[in-house]
């Protein structure tokens, strides 16, 4: 007899039947015969529930030969009376057609004996039949091989986030998790990274914005696993809510939190990465919200008959419907455009936006002050001349959260264009208005005449032709035909261009700076370099490696698992010896193995980090040349993303023949060659170090355009970073440039009075 399994809480459905081989032919339990060709047998299912499809098929059966087999077939049908085609079943069914899971499912498996071969005899012995189930809530349920993505329903404010929690009863050793964020309403989003402890608490999150997360599941293991919850544990605002105060925040309201337990006790274990993992027995030792426990939640029905002096949600539920339907009915209708602060735009000391943008746009209904609309008559006092002044407009709170979501309010620099009037007005002030039990029920909402302002920028081009189809003509500028230039020169990164009189990153350097201009194509790369060939000993027999060729003060003595490092260096090898070492940066403790050094030998580049050591091999690297040539400059670059846990390295030269280097300032073009890159898996490592400064020893090279970043550089800004020889756009990331600067010295001129 066939056995139907089925697990609405994994969504899956199973369905299998063994047959006893030692049992006689015209038994129960017997094995289907086949003895003859086109012999057939049916097997039928019938009121199959929330079935959504059939996956996987497999069967076994004895007496199977390459001319002596079974063909498998299948047909549905929702009411045992109209089927589908018989149509071909396989192991793996791609074929299942389209079927809606509300309606109960009967379904035919056809076996028919097929080849050449007419004697012998066929017996099936087992068969399963596997399938997906339609499951009411399946938020965090991953089945197998399959990724998801999890997001809480929830609008918050993050001020801390201490330690996280997962809850789940599935075992998720082949489960990887990660997580991403935004805080502008979902338009931009951080790169996605690994759900630790160290990643998601050391982010920086603005305050006072509102958060989204949003946690991407992907199933490696063999089986189904379930994510009951994913709860942040700190210090949260749920904006939502009634601005409730918590300091857990989860993808839903569970109480199945370890932190909720007895004595605050959490039952399970803590992985590598930071993340709390329960038990998997699917018991809970702590309080649990079960119908056991005698401190149940009250439902609405208990709520509701408790005493409650102070109950006048009936009163402010009908002062909030009277104002909306009242507005609905003889509210002016409008166009409402929302801005919202750009956090590229913040003036960190005066602790305010500078940017904003224009995000989207809706109709809602207005009440204007009195019917008063200002009648543009001009306006004169002591002061100034206007054309009117401010004047004042009512919405109300549900149906700015109906159209814009509760996560926003009207503000300043927001704008609202009267259809009827063709008027564009801009938001001067804008706050709730306190009225019966200290209830807000509308938005006063103070107008002023639209300026158009260049720090308020539309987030779309159809947000920007809209605005500029209200706008045209309307002010001097345009009429008259005169342009505006908006263009803000950058400042330059002035540490970079300093000398070494006043330099902030050089402690101390050692051999020579040599005049010579690095050019490709028409850009300047650098205009100066170190040379440390005069302080090799004995000729190019041997290096003196213990000698620091420059060194770096400055530099932060704290390296956390979080952080991430960018280095890029210009090198050219003078006298290339296999068996030498030559160092391209070092900012580590030997004594201790803390820190991080790279050096060139051989056809190696070995990356010390810490007691960890990684190496990158020329040879099999992908490139287009075999190895490294003497004078010829290379450009270094590498990434260590602590944050994924990822090492890249590049080599990179100008797009010149290695016998054209001085040919390089005709080219047409600045793009560089990518000679090797290689990516490796790394550990996370953190370090303090104590009395060491950053440095290069000296070796047989010539260096210049040093640059280390308190971030990875991304690929795709390669070609124009490695080209430039000040660093403007990416200068927020930068530690220290140096361009291998002259240092200038004046002579000494003791004064001797004026008896000379």
């Given amino acids: 007899m066939s056995q139907i399994i089925n697990d609405f809480t994994t969504g899956e459905i199973k369905i299998s039947e063994s047959y006893n081989i030692e049992a006689y032919e015209l038994e129960t339990d017997a094995t289907p015969y086949f003895k003859e060709i086109g012999k057939e047998y049916i097997i039928s299912f019938i009121n199959l529930e929330r079935v959504e499809k059939f996956t996987h098929f497999k069967y076994s059966a004895e007496g199977v030969l390459s001319t002596r087999y079974l063909d498998t077939f299948y047909r549905v049908s929702r009411d045992n009376d109209n089927w589908t085609q018989w149509l071909v079943l396989d192991e793996e069914i791609n074929n299942f057609i389209p079927f809606d899971p509300l309606d109960q499912m009967f379904i035919d498996i056809k076996f028919v004996r097929a080849g050449t071969k007419e ?72 790169d996605w990274e690994p759900l630790t402890k160290e990643n998601i608490s050391t982010k920086r999150i603005n305050p006072i914005r509102f958060f989204q997360i949003e946690y991407l599941i992907t199933n490696n293991s063999n089986k189904t696993i379930q994510v009951s919850d994913i709860n942040l544990i700190g210090d949260f605002q749920n904006v939502s809510l009634d601005s409730l105060k918590t300091n857990l925040y989860g993808i839903r309201e569970c109480c199945q939190s370890y932190l909720l337990a007895q004595g605050g006790l959490r039952d399970g274990i803590t992985n590598s990465d930071g993340i709390f993992i329960p038990n998997t027995t699917g018991a809970l030792s702590p309080v649990t919200c079960t119908a056991d426990n005698p401190l149940h939640v009250m439902t609405d029905d208990e709520k509701s008959k408790l005493y409650n002096p102070y109950q006048q949600t009936q009163a402010m539920d009908l002062l909030n419907k009277l104002s909306n339907d009242s507005m609905e009915i003889t509210g002016f209708k409008v166009q409402y455009f929302v801005t919202d602060p ?95 039990n200290n209830s807000a029920i509308y938005y006063k909402v103070v107008l002023k005449k639209y300026n158009k302002s260049a720090n308020v920028i539309p987030g779309n081009q159809s947000i920007e032709d809209r605005i500029n189809t209200l706008t045209n003509n309307s002010t001097i500028d345009q009429l008259f035909g005169i342009e505006n230039d908006q263009d803000k020169f950058s400042t330059a990164n002035k540490p970079q261009l300093r000398t070494l009189t006043r330099d902030l990153i050089s402690l101390d350097y050692k051999g020579d700076i040599v005049k010579e201009l690095i050019e490709n194509s028409s850009t300047i790369i650098s205009k100066q370099h170190y040379d440390f060939s005069n302080l090799l000993s004995n000729g190019f027999i041997s290096l003196t490696q213990s000698l620091s060729a420059v060194k770096y003060k400055n530099l932060d003595p704290v390296i956390k698992v979080s952080d991430n490092i960018g280095y890029y260096a210009w090198f050219k090898i003078n006298n290339y010896t296999v068996n030498d070492t030559y160092n391209l940066f070092n900012y580590y403790d030997d004594t201790n193995s803390l820190g991080y050094k790279i050096n060139l030998s051989g056809d190696n580049i070995t990356l010390n980090l810490n007691s960890d050591t990684y190496t990158f091999s020329f040879t099999g690297s992908t490139g287009t040349a075999d190895d490294l040539y003497e004078d010829i400059w290379y450009c270094y670059v590498v990434n260590v993303d602590q944050r994924n846990r990822k090492l890249t390295q590049w080599i990179y030269k100008r797009d010149v023949d290695i ?59 390669h070609n124009k970073i490695l080209n430039q020889y000040i660093i403007a756009d990416d200068s927020k990331y930068l530690i220290f440039a140096d361009n291998a600067n002259q240092k200038i010295t004046l002579g000494f001129s003791p004064y001797h009075g004026d008896d000379i």
Wanted: aromatic share 10%.
């Fill in 342 to 436: 750009d956090s590229k735009g913040i003036d960190y000391s005066l602790h305010e936006f500078g940017t904003f943008q224009i995000v989207c746009e809706g109709d809602i209904k207005i009440a204007v002050e009195g019917n008063q609309f200002p009648d543009n008559q001009i306006v004169m006092n002591q002061f100034d001349l206007t054309l009117f002044d401010s004047f004042e407009v009512h919405i109300t709170k549900q149906s700015f959260k109906q159209l814009f979501g509760a996560q926003r309010r009207p503000s300043k620099e927001d704008l609202i264009y009267f259809c009827d009037i063709n008027r564009l007005f801009i938001v001067d002030h804008a706050q709730q208005f306190r009225s019966f």
């Fill in 659 to 717: 016998d054209s280097e001085d040919l390089a300032h005709l080219l047409t073009t600045t793009v560089l060659q990518e000679v090797y890159k290689n990516e490796q898996d790394i550990v996370p490592a953190e370090f303090e170090l104590e009395n060491i400064d950053g440095e290069i020893l000296a070796s047989d090279l010539k260096m210049t355009n040093i640059r280390l970043f308190a971030d990875v550089i991304p690929e795709n800004e």
């Fill in 119 to 190: 004697n012998g005899e066929i017996r099936l012995l087992s068969y399963n039949l596997d399938g997906e189930l339609l499951v009411e809530n399946s938020e965090g349920v991953v089945k197998s091989g399959k990724t998801t993505i999890l997001k809480p329903p929830y609008i918050y404010k993050v001020f801390k986030i201490n330690d996280i929690e997962l809850i789940s009863s599935s075992d998720l050793t082949n489960v990887s998790i990660k997580w991403r964020f935004s805080q502008d309403n979902s338009r931009s989003w951080s």
